[in-house]
């Protein structure tokens, strides 16, 4: 078995609520992303990004001591980033779903969404949330989003091609 084929462990991070969480959580998953491609790694650490973020201003303060957990795990040719929190108010995870089930029709276009909520946040200066967080993930990270929402937790996965192997140089 080639190291480009052989199976990974996966990646589990406990997101804390400190200040170092989204650097401290891109350096574990940095650790699991040896020998992907710089393109792979480039938008893992994106959504990493991206998804700790949401952990920390979105999840539940009351369940645990930190704002969630985010796995990056490799199946084939696949990789797949999952973020698992609390839910602390059912309006941003009902906002969530209906935005996943929006990017997640044929005819929805990642950027045209991107390209659309850029220009309200230009008219609305002072906006309480820019929620472009999953958007960047389909647009720049070119990942396909899904959830699961259950009565206490949410559950958002990225997926996305992976190559396996790092161009040499």
Same mark, same amino acid.
């Given at each position: 078995?080639?190291?480009?084929?052989?199976?990974?462990?996966?990646?589990?991070?406990?997101?804390?609520?400190?200040?170092?969480?989204?650097?401290?959580?891109?350096?574990?998953?940095? *650790?699991?992303?040896?020998?992907?491609?710089? @393109?792979?790694?480039?938008?893992?650490?994106?959504?990493?990004?991206? +998804?700790?973020?949401?952990?920390?201003?979105?999840?539940?303060?009351? !369940?645990?001591?930190?704002?969630?957990?985010?796995?990056?795990?490799?199946?084939?040719?696949?990789?797949?980033?999952?973020?698992?929190? !609390?839910?602390?108010? !059912? @309006?941003? !995870?009902?906002?969530?779903?209906?935005?996943?089930?929006?990017?997640?029709?044929? @005819?929805?276009?990642?950027?045209?969404?991107?390209?659309?909520? +850029? $220009? @309200? +946040?230009?008219?609305?200066?002072?906006?309480? *949330?820019? $929620?472009? &967080? +999953?958007?960047?993930?389909?647009?720049?990270? &070119?990942?396909?989003?899904?959830?699961?929402? &259950?009565?206490?937790?949410?559950?958002?996965?990225?997926?996305?091609?992976?190559?396996?192997?790092?161009?040499?140089?």
């Amino acid at each position: 078995m080639s190291a480009a084929t052989e199976p990974r462990a996966p990646c589990t991070i406990r997101v804390e609520r400190g200040l170092s969480a989204v650097d401290d959580a891109m350096r574990a998953a940095e *650790r699991a992303l040896s020998g992907c491609s710089d @393109e792979c790694c480039e938008a893992v650490l994106l959504a990493v990004a991206e +998804l700790s973020q949401n952990l920390i201003k979105y999840a539940s303060r009351q !369940s645990q001591p930190y704002a969630g957990t985010i796995s990056v795990d490799f199946d084939a040719d696949r990789v797949r980033v999952r973020a698992k929190n !609390s839910i602390e108010s !059912s @309006e941003d !995870s009902a906002h969530v779903a209906d935005l996943i089930a929006k990017l997640s029709l044929p @005819e929805t276009v990642p950027k045209e969404l991107y390209r659309v909520r +850029l $220009r @309200e +946040l230009l008219e609305t200066p002072t906006p309480a *949330r820019t $929620r472009l &967080g +999953l958007l960047r993930l389909a647009n720049e990270g &070119g990942f396909r989003l899904s959830c699961k929402l &259950g009565p206490a937790e949410l559950e958002i996965i990225a997926e996305r091609h992976c190559d396996g192997s790092r161009p040499p140089g």
